[in-house]
């Protein structure tokens, strides 16, 4: 895939790798978010990618977030500009059908911590340092922050870090579930990328099944999980995934999937 202004695309096997690119410190703007969701789109359609890789350019910003310069005078257009195209990002982000991996290279402040929360696995560097601190200039984080970190940290975390603006090193950001794996500076990226590899191991179908199982947690009672889970199980016997990989596992051979 070709490379954009915000967001450098690249594929490495069934992985792609998406870098965000605005010095120096990597901040969303409304043409780089709506540049987001375009690209998650069509990874979406591209039955050959099985994962994909967040970052950020250089070594010391995974992102800051919004630029603050666009609400410095108080539009309440661009602000509501702003607010639509993060949530679309974010949101299409996190419906991406395969595993999505933040690779967390340094400071992740606000709409730079929310990508990272839209993404199903985060792996952190050792200096990485994690905030939303919308509140300590009069705004509030609006592209999932406040429901995406309550549910991975648990209340009283996430209002530490929402309400009394408090930023979380990697180390601590392990202790309380909000990264996965954390790993020394500039390592990141190789870690994600190996971990995105392992995904191909896994039938494609099946990841985007359980995927949806997994998030469907967030919203519906429990019976209703254990009766969409039996749903899908069924639905998978419609796949060639399904029939590849029983067969390849008795035959003792690696299988190949088709992703249909």
């Known amino acids: 895939m070709s490379q954009t202004n915000a967001i450098e695309v690249t594929l490495d096997g069934h992985t792609a790798v998406l870098t965000m690119n605005n010095p120096p410190a990597n901040t969303w ?11 998650v789109l069509k990874l979406n359609e591209d039955k050959s990618v099985y994962a994909l890789v967040i970052t950020g350019q250089g070594d010391k910003f995974f992102s800051a977030g919004a630029d603050l310069n666009l609400f410095a005078d108080g539009d309440k257009a661009v602000a509501l500009g702003m607010a639509h195209a993060f949530g679309e990002a974010f949101e299409t982000l996190s419906q991406f059908r395969g595993v999505s991996i933040a690779a967390i290279n340094g400071y992740a402040m606000g709409g730079g911590l929310e990508v990272a929360l839209a993404c199903d696995i985060r792996i952190a560097e050792a200096h990485a340092s994690l905030a939303l601190p ?58 994600a990328k ?17 995927k949806a199982l997994i998030q469907n947690c967030r919203h519906s009672p429990l019976n209703h999980g254990l009766i969409r889970e039996r749903e899908l199980f069924m639905k998978l016997f419609d796949t060639e995934d399904q029939t590849e990989g029983v067969n390849a596992f008795l035959e003792k051979r690696r299988p190949e999937w088709k992703n249909r």
Request: proline share 2%.
């Open 134 to 191: 919308e509140a300590k200039v009069g705004l509030l984080p609006c592209a999932g922050g406040t429901q995406n970190l309550t549910w991975l940290v648990g209340e009283g975390w996430a209002k530490r870090i929402i309400l009394c603006g408090e930023r979380v090193t990697a180390s601590q950001a392990l202790d309380i579930g909000l990264v996965e794996h954390v790993v020394a500076s500039g390592q990141s990226l190789e870690n």
């Open 194 to 210: 190996q971990l995105a590899s392992e995904v191909a191991n896994q039938s494609p179908s099946s990841v985007a099944a359980c």
């Open 29 to 39: 703007t409304e043409s780089s978010l709506k540049l987001l969701r375009n690209i």
